[in-house]
C-alpha cells in the first residue's frame, strides 16, 4: 500500500506530477538525498526513468510510485504527508498544490505563475526563487509570467539538454532543513488559504458573481 501514517516524530514529504524534469525532481530528489536524519520520509509520484530510481534505491527513506489514481491520491496519499515538495519550473496553475492546500499540507515550491496566489512565502510554505527565469513587474507585484515563454520553448531551452540547477538544490536543501520546526505553522495556514480563497463556497460566490455581473 502506499505511505501509511507514520508517527509524529517524522516529518513526510511528498513529491507529485508528471513531466520529471519539468517538476524540478532532479533537484528535489538529491537534496533530499543530502539532507541527513532518519526523521525525513519522501514519496515520489512521477514518471521516474529508471536510471534515476536505481542511483537513490538504497536510501530506504524514499519511495517511488507510479502516477496515481485520483482518488487514491485523495484517500491515502495527500492525508497522509506533512509538506508537499513542488520545485516546478514551468507551471500554469499547479493543480496539485490546490490539492494539497485541501488537505492541509505545507508547501514547498517556485515563485512561477500562479503558484504565489497559493504559497504565501513563510505562511504555509516556502517560495523559491527560479533558476533561470527573471520575473517581471505586474501591478507592483514581481511575477514570472508564461505567455513570455511558452513550455515546448522552456523545455527546448531549458529542458532537452538535462541541466541540474545547482542554485534550485540548494535552496530545496535550505527549505527541507526549515520544515521540521515550520511543518505544523504551515499546515494550518493551509487550511485557512484554501477556506479564504478556493474553497467550494467561495468558488460557487465568484462564479455567481462572473455570470450575475455582481460586485
Known amino acids: 500500500n502506499p505511505q501509511q501514517k507514520q508517527p509524529n516524530g517524522l516529518i513526510r514529504f511528498l513529491f507529485i506530477g508528471l513531466h520529471f ?32 530510481k536505481a542511483r537513490y534505491a538504497k536510501d530506504s527513506r524514499i519511495t517511488f510510485f507510479a502516477p496515481l489514481p485520483r482518488q487514491q491520491l485523495f484517500s491515502e496519499i ?58 517581471r ?8 509570467n508564461p505567455l513570455f515563454m511558452t513550455l515546448l520553448k522552456f523545455e527546448k531551452r531549458h529542458g532537452n539538454a538535462n541541466p541540474f540547477f545547482e542554485s534550485l538544490y540548494q535552496n530545496i536543501k535550505k527549505a527541507i532543513a526549515e520544515s521540521f520546526l515550520k511543518k505544523d505553522e504551515w499546515k494550518s495556514a493551509s487550511l485557512d488559504i484554501f477556506q479564504e480563497r478556493f474553497s467550494p463556497e467561495i468558488w460557487k460566490k465568484k462564479i455567481q458573481r462572473l455570470f450575475l455581473n455582481e460586485r
Open 137 to 144: 513587474s505586474f501591478s507592483d507585484r514581481k511575477l514570472i
Open 21 to 52: 524534469r519539468t517538476k524540478g525532481g532532479p533537484e528535489a530528489l538529491q537534496a533530499f538525498y543530502d539532507s541527513k536524519g532518519d526523521h525525513l520520509r519522501l514519496t515520489v509520484i512521477s514518471d521516474v526513468p529508471k536510471d534515476i
Open 78 to 135: 495527500y492525508p497522509n504527508h506533512d509538506v508537499l515538495l513542488f520545485p516546478s519550473l514551468y507551471e500554469s496553475f499547479g493543480m496539485a498544490i490546490l490539492e494539497a492546500l485541501s488537505f492541509g499540507l505545507g508547501i514547498i515550491a517556485v515563485h512561477v505563475y500562479a503558484v504565489p496566489e497559493m504559497v504565501e512565502n513563510g505562511r504555509n510554505g516556502l517560495l523559491l526563487p527560479h533558476p533561470c527565469l527573471s520575473s
